[in-house]
Protein backbone atom coordinates (compact mmCIF):
# COMPACT_ATOMS: atom_id res chain seq x y z
CA UNK A 1 0.00 0.00 0.00
CA UNK A 2 1.51 3.72 -0.92
CA UNK A 3 -0.72 6.57 0.82
CA UNK A 4 0.17 10.23 0.14
CA UNK A 5 -1.70 11.95 2.92
CA UNK A 6 -1.93 16.07 2.40
CA UNK A 7 1.63 15.96 0.38
CA UNK A 8 3.40 19.40 -0.38
CA UNK A 9 6.91 19.66 -2.49
CA UNK A 10 8.04 22.85 -2.52
CA UNK A 11 11.82 23.41 -4.12
CA UNK A 12 13.86 26.53 -3.41
CA UNK A 13 13.03 30.17 -4.75
CA UNK A 14 9.18 29.33 -3.99
CA UNK A 15 8.52 26.33 -6.72
CA UNK A 16 5.61 24.15 -5.71
CA UNK A 17 6.03 20.72 -7.02
CA UNK A 18 3.05 19.42 -5.62
CA UNK A 19 0.66 21.20 -3.59
CA UNK A 20 -1.38 18.93 -0.90
CA UNK A 21 -1.64 15.61 -2.25
CA UNK A 22 -3.71 12.86 -1.00
CA UNK A 23 -4.29 9.63 -2.48
CA UNK A 24 -3.93 5.82 -1.94
CA UNK A 25 -2.85 2.54 -4.27
CA UNK A 26 -3.62 -0.65 -2.94
CA UNK A 27 -0.91 -3.66 -3.29
CA UNK A 28 -0.94 -4.46 -6.83
CA UNK A 29 -2.69 -1.87 -8.47
CA UNK A 30 -2.10 -0.79 -12.18
CA UNK A 31 -2.60 3.28 -12.95
CA UNK A 32 -1.48 5.90 -14.52
CA UNK A 33 -0.09 9.30 -13.54
CA UNK A 34 -0.81 11.64 -16.48
CA UNK A 35 -0.60 15.03 -16.48
CA UNK A 36 1.58 18.10 -18.78
CA UNK A 37 4.95 18.69 -17.96
CA UNK A 38 5.38 20.11 -14.71
CA UNK A 39 2.31 19.01 -13.41
CA UNK A 40 3.93 16.95 -11.06
CA UNK A 41 4.83 13.13 -12.02
CA UNK A 42 7.76 12.41 -11.82
CA UNK A 43 7.83 14.49 -8.27
CA UNK A 44 5.25 11.90 -6.83
CA UNK A 45 7.51 8.81 -7.90
CA UNK A 46 10.66 10.59 -6.29
CA UNK A 47 8.95 10.90 -3.54
CA UNK A 48 8.20 7.26 -3.41
CA UNK A 49 11.73 6.68 -3.95
CA UNK A 50 12.70 8.76 -1.14
CA UNK A 51 14.49 10.59 -3.66
CA UNK A 52 13.48 13.12 -2.03
CA UNK A 53 11.35 14.29 0.93
CA UNK A 54 8.11 16.36 1.14
CA UNK A 55 8.00 19.84 2.45
CA UNK A 56 5.16 18.60 4.30
CA UNK A 57 2.61 15.38 4.64
CA UNK A 58 2.94 11.46 4.76
CA UNK A 59 3.86 9.00 2.87
CA UNK A 60 3.34 5.53 3.72
CA UNK A 61 4.79 2.74 2.26
CA UNK A 62 3.20 -0.50 3.94
CA UNK A 63 3.13 0.35 7.82
CA UNK A 64 6.08 3.32 7.69
CA UNK A 65 5.96 6.57 7.18
CA UNK A 66 8.49 7.11 4.38
CA UNK A 67 8.63 10.61 4.83
CA UNK A 68 9.76 10.68 8.40
CA UNK A 69 13.06 12.08 8.93
CA UNK A 70 13.60 9.48 11.34
CA UNK A 71 13.17 6.80 8.93
CA UNK A 72 16.26 4.77 8.69
CA UNK A 73 15.04 2.18 5.90
CA UNK A 74 15.97 3.37 2.62
CA UNK A 75 18.15 1.43 1.13
CA UNK A 76 15.71 -1.76 2.27
CA UNK A 77 12.96 0.49 0.74
CA UNK A 78 14.59 0.43 -2.91
CA UNK A 79 15.10 -3.01 -2.82
CA UNK A 80 11.59 -3.63 -2.75
CA UNK A 81 11.40 -0.69 -6.20
CA UNK A 82 11.72 -1.30 -9.59
CA UNK A 83 12.10 2.06 -11.93
CA UNK A 84 12.19 2.05 -15.36
CA UNK A 85 13.10 5.47 -17.08
CA UNK A 86 12.54 7.01 -20.12
CA UNK A 87 16.53 6.97 -21.08
CA UNK A 88 16.84 3.24 -20.13
CA UNK A 89 20.00 3.83 -17.97
CA UNK A 90 21.30 0.72 -18.89
CA UNK A 91 25.41 0.36 -18.21
CA UNK A 92 26.94 0.10 -22.04
CA UNK A 93 29.77 -1.63 -20.49
CA UNK A 94 28.24 -4.66 -19.20
CA UNK A 95 26.35 -7.34 -21.35
CA UNK A 96 22.34 -7.81 -20.70
CA UNK A 97 22.60 -10.41 -18.09
CA UNK A 98 25.06 -8.53 -16.13
CA UNK A 99 23.09 -5.30 -16.43
CA UNK A 100 19.79 -7.21 -15.02
CA UNK A 101 22.27 -9.09 -11.73
CA UNK A 102 23.78 -6.29 -10.89
CA UNK A 103 20.98 -5.56 -8.09
CA UNK A 104 20.56 -9.28 -7.01
CA UNK A 105 24.55 -8.91 -6.75
CA UNK A 106 24.71 -6.02 -4.33
CA UNK A 107 22.42 -7.56 -2.73
CA UNK A 108 25.05 -10.79 -1.79
CA UNK A 109 22.34 -13.00 -3.45
CA UNK A 110 23.70 -17.16 -4.20
CA UNK A 111 25.18 -17.38 -7.71
CA UNK A 112 22.39 -20.24 -8.74
CA UNK A 113 19.99 -17.65 -7.27
CA UNK A 114 20.85 -15.13 -9.57
CA UNK A 115 21.06 -17.48 -12.54
CA UNK A 116 17.64 -18.67 -12.46
CA UNK A 117 15.89 -14.72 -11.66
CA UNK A 118 17.93 -13.11 -14.48
CA UNK A 119 16.15 -16.11 -16.88
CA UNK A 120 12.93 -15.88 -15.54
CA UNK A 121 12.75 -12.04 -16.23
CA UNK A 122 14.08 -12.08 -19.62
CA UNK A 123 11.81 -14.60 -20.41
CA UNK A 124 9.28 -12.21 -19.53
CA UNK A 125 10.45 -9.38 -21.80
CA UNK A 126 11.09 -11.83 -24.55
CA UNK A 127 14.92 -11.65 -24.19
CA UNK A 128 15.65 -14.94 -23.40
CA UNK A 129 18.61 -15.14 -25.69
CA UNK A 130 20.15 -12.02 -25.70
CA UNK A 131 21.74 -12.44 -22.25
CA UNK A 132 25.27 -12.18 -23.50
CA UNK A 133 24.75 -9.23 -25.76
CA UNK A 134 25.80 -5.79 -25.21
CA UNK A 135 23.31 -2.65 -24.92
CA UNK A 136 25.01 -1.32 -28.45
CA UNK A 137 23.59 -4.17 -30.10
CA UNK A 138 19.82 -3.53 -29.15
CA UNK A 139 17.15 -1.97 -30.30
CA UNK A 140 15.59 1.19 -28.11
CA UNK A 141 12.53 -1.42 -27.49
CA UNK A 142 14.75 -4.36 -26.71
CA UNK A 143 16.69 -1.71 -24.19
CA UNK A 144 13.52 -1.05 -22.05
CA UNK A 145 12.57 -4.46 -22.13
CA UNK A 146 16.19 -4.84 -20.21
CA UNK A 147 15.11 -2.12 -18.13
CA UNK A 148 12.07 -3.63 -17.10
CA UNK A 149 13.15 -7.00 -16.65
CA UNK A 150 15.89 -5.24 -14.29
CA UNK A 151 13.16 -3.62 -12.17
CA UNK A 152 10.97 -6.68 -11.75
CA UNK A 153 13.64 -8.82 -11.31
CA UNK A 154 13.86 -9.91 -7.44
CA UNK A 155 10.28 -10.14 -7.58
CA UNK A 156 10.26 -6.07 -5.96
CA UNK A 157 6.74 -5.63 -5.10
CA UNK A 158 6.58 -1.68 -6.86
CA UNK A 159 7.36 -0.85 -10.21
CA UNK A 160 7.34 2.84 -10.96
CA UNK A 161 7.98 3.55 -14.82
CA UNK A 162 8.63 7.60 -15.59
CA UNK A 163 7.23 8.08 -19.56
CA UNK A 164 8.85 4.19 -20.36
CA UNK A 165 7.64 4.55 -23.93
CA UNK A 166 8.42 8.34 -24.31
CA UNK A 167 12.11 7.57 -26.78
CA UNK A 168 9.88 4.85 -28.28
CA UNK A 169 7.62 4.80 -31.98
CA UNK A 170 4.33 4.12 -31.78
CA UNK A 171 4.99 0.22 -32.48
CA UNK A 172 6.94 -0.44 -30.02
CA UNK A 173 5.34 1.43 -27.28
CA UNK A 174 2.72 -1.00 -27.73
CA UNK A 175 4.70 -4.10 -27.07
CA UNK A 176 6.58 -2.70 -24.01
CA UNK A 177 3.19 -2.03 -22.29
CA UNK A 178 2.07 -5.58 -23.45
CA UNK A 179 4.89 -6.42 -21.24
CA UNK A 180 3.74 -4.59 -18.53
CA UNK A 181 0.09 -5.77 -18.89
CA UNK A 182 1.85 -9.51 -18.17
CA UNK A 183 2.91 -7.92 -14.20
CA UNK A 184 -0.95 -6.74 -13.82
CA UNK A 185 -1.86 -8.36 -10.61
CA UNK A 186 1.53 -9.26 -9.49
CA UNK A 187 2.84 -6.33 -8.70
CA UNK A 188 1.89 -2.72 -7.73
CA UNK A 189 2.39 -0.83 -11.35
CA UNK A 190 2.72 2.77 -11.38
CA UNK A 191 3.42 4.37 -14.82
CA UNK A 192 3.43 8.35 -15.67
CA UNK A 193 2.80 8.87 -19.47
CA UNK A 194 1.91 11.68 -21.62
CA UNK A 195 0.48 8.47 -23.83
CA UNK A 196 -3.09 9.19 -24.26
CA UNK A 197 -3.91 6.28 -26.53
CA UNK A 198 -2.14 3.85 -23.89
CA UNK A 199 -4.08 5.59 -20.83
CA UNK A 200 -7.51 5.02 -22.66
CA UNK A 201 -6.88 1.51 -24.29
CA UNK A 202 -5.42 0.27 -20.96
CA UNK A 203 -8.74 1.39 -19.03
CA UNK A 204 -7.21 1.30 -15.29
CA UNK A 205 -7.19 3.80 -12.85
CA UNK A 206 -6.07 7.07 -14.07
CA UNK A 207 -4.47 10.19 -11.54
CA UNK A 208 -4.37 13.35 -13.72
CA UNK A 209 -2.50 16.40 -11.87
CA UNK A 210 -2.06 19.68 -13.24
CA UNK A 211 0.27 22.07 -11.62
CA UNK A 212 1.12 20.14 -8.63
CA UNK A 213 -2.71 18.67 -7.86
CA UNK A 214 -4.95 16.23 -8.41
CA UNK A 215 -7.44 17.63 -10.73
CA UNK A 216 -9.21 13.96 -11.46
CA UNK A 217 -9.19 10.57 -9.77
CA UNK A 218 -10.58 7.96 -12.49
CA UNK A 219 -10.88 4.50 -11.39
CA UNK A 220 -11.64 2.87 -14.11
CA UNK A 221 -11.56 3.52 -18.16
CA UNK A 222 -9.99 6.34 -20.27
CA UNK A 223 -9.03 9.74 -19.88
CA UNK A 224 -8.01 12.77 -22.01
CA UNK A 225 -4.71 14.47 -21.53
Known sequence: MIKFDNVTK?????????????????DNEFLFLVGP????????IKLILREILP???????????????????TTVLRRNIGVVFQDFKILSDKNIFENIALGLKVMNSPLIEIKSKVKEALQL???SK???VFPVQLSAGELQRVAIARAVVGERKIILADEP???????TAWEIMRV???LEGQRTIVIATHNTD???????????????KIIKDQRKGGYEI
Not at 11 to 26: C, K, P, Q, Y
Not at 55 to 73: E, L, R, V, Y
Not at 198 to 209: H, Y
Open 198 to 212: IVNSFKKRVIALKEG
Open 55 to 73: SSGSIMIDDFDIASKNFSQ
Open 130 to 132: QEE
Open 125 to 127: VGL
Open 165 to 171: TGNLDPK
Open 37 to 44: SGAGKTTV
Open 10 to 26: KFLLGTVALNNVSFEIT
Open 180 to 182: FKK
